[in-house]
């Protein structure tokens, strides 16, 4: 089975622009997370998808959006970029609901690092 | 209050030694999942393994166990016989509220780098 892929892998912009970045689960899971990796903050959750629904968001501006598509292909929008969205956006995809009512094995993307210039 | 926490930001281990890296967690919840990543300088977050609060055994995967003590609140990741390829950072995750169908955040902790020393 193909893993979880992110398209781009890197991209540059200016203060002020916007970018959409991709994200394709693993074939045949529902759920997509998204996560912002910085040095200063460490790994956070922006929010997560599931049949095409947000079901949790985490503690970000509404700068930060997202979608999913009846695919389960998920988007990730950031507009008005600032400087401190420089960071690695992790993508990661899961099976819900878990193993016996467990929780399910979030697998991971490479990630798309985006610098903000 | 953190609620995942890991008190090494780095260890060098010499090869083929085992390591163990700590991880202590915070939470109300009685149904919970503790989870183990690798990331490596490419970025990539590789699963490596999982213990859910009601289970009763140790997760063990190949070279990784989990040693899970509930009382503790700590999950610490033990890796035997160290291998060069074994460089990388390492985090310790959770979610919390497993039982409830819908919740599947997340929540790292600060990681520790993890250098293996011929």
């Known amino acids: 089975k193909a893993g979880v892929t992110q398209t781009p892998r890197y991209l540059i912009k200016t203060r002020g622009q916007q970018v959409t970045l991709s994200c394709s689960p693993i074939?045949?899971?529902?759920?997509v997370s998204w996560y912002q990796q910085t040095p200063g903050q460490g790994l956070q959750f922006l929010f997560e998808y599931f049949s095409e629904t947000q079901r949790n968001k985490g503690n970000f501006p509404g700068r930060f959006s997202g979608r999913q598509f009846s695919n389960s292909r998920s988007e990730m929008n950031v507009s008005t970029l600032e400087l401190g969205d420089s960071a690695l956006y992790l993508c990661?995809?899961?099976?819900?609901?878990?193993?016996?009512?467990?929780?399910?094995?979030?697998?991971f993307g490479p990630g798309t690092r985006l610098l903000v210039l | 209050a953190q609620k995942i926490t890991q008190t090494q930001p780095g260890m060098f281990v010499q090869e083929k030694e085992a390591v163990t890296l700590d991880c202590t967690y915070d939470t109300s919840d009685q149904s919970y999942g503790l989870f183990w990543y690798k990331q490596p300088s490419s970025g990539e977050m590789i699963f490596l393994i999982y213990q859910g609060s009601y289970d009763e055994q140790n997760a063990t995967e190949g070279r990784y166990s989990l040693n899970f003590q509930k009382a503790r609140k700590s999950a610490n990741l033990v890796i035997s016989a160290s291998q060069l390829g074994d460089s990388a950072m390492y985090f310790c995750a959770m979610r919390e509220g497993i039982s409830n169908f819908g919740n599947e955040k997340l929540t790292f902790g600060t990681g520790t780098r993890l250098t293996i020393i011929p």
């Open positions: 074939s045949g899971h529902r759920s």
């Open positions: 990661a995809s899961s099976f819900p609901p878990g193993r016996g009512g467990g929780a399910e094995t979030q697998y």
